[in-house]
């Protein structure tokens, strides 16, 4: 399983996500054009020493990304599928990928993925926070695989 994140655009997030990807020793893909640089200190302060601890891969282009992914489900996670993402049935090799901050997936993004599946909302909220959203779809997806990891004391 491997959470992506396409031409990510808020450092914060990024660098919640990294955390949350170490926490949980899963890959994070990172489809570039990226909207900061990796450098940027709002990413290093979101991602504290967890950066380090996260296997996180970069690449140049959602091309590039599939070519290299191509034997990967790619699931979209959008406010526009009409799939609720409780009742998929998620795969352990899945492609878990959330849009852009501002603007989701363009049309032709979605049309190359695999599935796409959405979070129940009240009617009337166009979308959640990208970090919030990933860590939900993701957890119930690590679950439904048994990939979730141990409980431990922190330590």
């Known amino acids: 399983m491997h959470l ?3 031409q990510p655009e808020i450092p914060q997030n990024v660098g919640t996500l990294m955390r949350f990807a170490a926490c949980m020793g899963i890959p994070l893909d ?3 054009p ?11 302060r979101a991602g504290m020493d967890y950066i380090e601890l996260a296997a996180t891969n970069r690449f140049s282009s959602w091309k590039i990304f599939c070519e290299e992914r191509k034997e990967n489900r790619r699931v979209a996670v959008t406010s526009s599928a009409s799939q609720n993402y409780i009742d998929f049935s998620f795969r352990p090799s899945d492609l878990l990928i959330m849009g852009q901050e ?54």
């Not at 695999?114 to 990208?130: C, F």
């Open 102 to 155: 501002s603007t989701g997936f363009p049309s032709a993004i979605l049309e190359d993925c695999h599935e796409t599946v959405a979070i129940p909302m009240v009617s009337g909220r166009r979308s959640l926070n990208l970090a919030i959203a990933a860590a939900i779809v993701t957890t119930e997806a690590l679950r439904q695989t048994g990939q979730l990891p141990e409980v431990s004391n922190g330590g």
């Open 34 to 44: 990226c909207g900061f640089l990796f450098t940027d200190k709002h990413l290093k």
């Open 30 to 32: 990172v489809i570039e």
């Open 4 to 6: 992506v994140l396409f």
